[in-house]
């Protein structure tokens, strides 16, 4: 099925491991983005991607870094995971403003 | 700066009655686009409808509608027969036209329970 694939969907790191997220989408979108979302704060970006081999910081850049190694896939990685990373992570991707965002499943993080 | 506001943490409706979501938003910019979106327990996010600030009319998709009134920077949200299947987090979001390459910025949400 066309759409945003994100692996893992559940993670458990302890403090000071790294970890990548990967995210890879098959409907020839431009841009890409990395979202975190957190009780009772919504959805906050993270990294995102207007093109293949750019990517810029979003509200939340610190403690994570990112690729776009090519079109398709755009992955977010935790050097050294914090218990503030705790969270639920979207990737998604656009092609048109107009028609918003199509998200991948989320990868829920936990921290210890 | 952007800033998306969604006054009402949970809501609550019965079943097959109308509930309105509000949201209310800032920007600066005269083009912009609108989304309201779906999050059930599963964590998917579903896009629900979405509006074009250029567009005077209100967007509607089968029982879902909104109401956008621009000058007051206004754009709630209207669930008519409420399903049980309507139950999830609601969030609204402001993407500027062309603009911070797409970026969706987001309401903190409303938790929307549907009681049969």
């Known amino acids: 099925n066309a759409g945003v694939t994100q692996t893992p969907k559940f993670q458990v790191l302890k403090t000071g491991q790294s970890m990548t997220l990967q995210c890879a989408q098959d409907?020839?979108?431009?841009?890409m983005y990395w979202y975190r979302q957190d009780p009772g704060m919504g959805l906050r970006l993270i990294y995102y991607s207007a093109s293949e081999g750019t990517t810029d910081k979003g509200e939340v850049p610190n403690g994570y870094n990112v690729s776009r190694l090519n079109k398709r896939e755009f992955s977010l990685r935790l050097e050294s995971a914090a218990p503030s990373q705790t969270s639920v992570y979207f990737c998604a991707s656009i092609s048109g403003g107009s028609y918003g965002y199509t998200f991948g499943s989320g990868t829920r993080l936990t921290v210890v | 700066a952007q800033t998306v506001t969604q006054s009402q943490p949970e809501m609550s409706v019965q079943e097959a009655e109308t509930v309105t979501l509000s949201c209310t938003y800032d920007?600066?910019?005269?083009?912009?686009?609108l989304f309201w979106y779906k999050q059930p327990p599963s964590r998917q996010m579903i896009l629900v409808i979405r509006?074009?600030?250029?567009?005077?009319q209100n967007a509607t998709e089968n029982r879902f509608s909104v109401n956008f009134q621009k000058a007051a920077k206004s754009f709630s949200l209207k669930i008519s027969d409420s399903q049980l299947g309507d139950a999830a987090m609601y969030f609204c979001?402001?993407?500027?036209?062309?603009?911070?390459?797409?970026?969706?910025?987001f309401g903190k949400g409303t938790k929307l329970s549907v009681k049969p």
């Open positions: 979001a402001l993407m500027n036209y062309g603009g911070s390459q797409g970026n969706l910025i």
């Open positions: 409907m020839n979108h431009n841009s």
């Open positions: 509006q074009e600030a250029y567009k005077q």
């Open positions: 920007t600066s910019e005269s083009d912009y686009y």
